[in-house]
């Protein structure tokens, strides 16, 4: 029995009847995009860890959930080969698990949000990226949002629905949180408006063919932008090929959620209040974003701290005491 033939049996008969949809969808994902391209055709038995560690190698520095879940669906699948005496060891038994970020997202910097900025005035996918940054946004959520969702009246996007991970099927969202109402700027409700068309056509379509992006085309639609981005930074072309990057591997669209999150920060927005805008199911993922420190928190906090006057000595500065504390983000570090 070669591997492909183990791999679709193991996952139709063990798996699909006991595992919800979406754990379905991830074992045929990791199954289709990094085990068989590898292993095939290889027979079943001539599998050892070698091969399997190889397999795992080469996703090295990707997020530590990608490797985790592709892990478990190469020992599942090998220690059911085992037990159902297919082979005579288990080649999956000790695999280690490589180098792997923690797989968050980092906010823009600065210099990446002026430029980015500057891009979607122009660029095809500008309101898409102008919309994640301003509402924090999932990907998933933007591809099922409607024009209906829209309420230009008091200047919110109403999230209701998201289209689901590796497939073009829209039903709720991420989580019964996701459900929520999240304000507009006053920027993008002008872009809103002039791109604005029937209630119930989807706000972001392909360029061509103009029916709903799918996960596939909406990346495309990312890498191009990011392409052009990369040009605009200062990457070095040949024959209209890039052959020196300079835009930061690491910018995802994800990056402009966890900015959103930053701002509301930056923004001194309460914690529970910001919780509800991300659509976190749970306030420890939003205190997650919220223990990235920035320099414009810092600053206000010191403000703040200046302002009120509690640290004057004495009784209400008598004693010549001053409220001028901090005054700078040295001064904080320092303490």
Known sequence: MTVERWANTWLETYKKPVVGDSQYRDYRFYINSAILPEIDCTRLGQIK???????????????????????ITISAMFKRAYLSKLIPHNPAENLELPAA??????????????????????????????LMLYTGLRPGETRALDWRHIDFDKSV?????????????????????????????KDLLRDLLVARKCPFEPVFTKPVSGKRHNEKSMLGMWNNFKRHLDID???????????????????????????YCTDLQDAGIPINVARYLMGHSSITMTAKIYTHTTEATIQEAAKKINDSGVYKKGNGGKNG????????????NSL
């Open 233 to 259: 930074i200062g990457a070095k072309l040949y024959l209209n090929k890039i052959i020196l990057s300079v835009v930061a591997s690491d910018l995802v669209p994800y990056c402009l959620r966890h900015t």
């Open 101 to 130: 970020t923690e797989g968050t997202h980092r906010r823009v910097t600065d210099y990446e949000r002026s430029k980015i900025l500057s891009l979607s005035e122009v660029h095809h996918a500008g309101l898409w990226v102008k």
């Open 157 to 185: 996007v109403q999230v209701e629905q998201a289209m689901k991970a590796y497939t073009t099927n829209i039903g709720g969202p991420k989580s019964k949180a996701g459900v929520r109402s999240v304000p507009i700027n």
């Open 321 to 332: 005491g001053t409220t001028e504390i901090f005054t700078s983000h040295k001064d904080v």
């Open 49 to 71: 860890d070698v091969h399997l560690q190889k397999i795992l190698n080469m996703h090295v520095g990707k997020s530590k959930s990608y490797l985790t879940k592709l892990r």
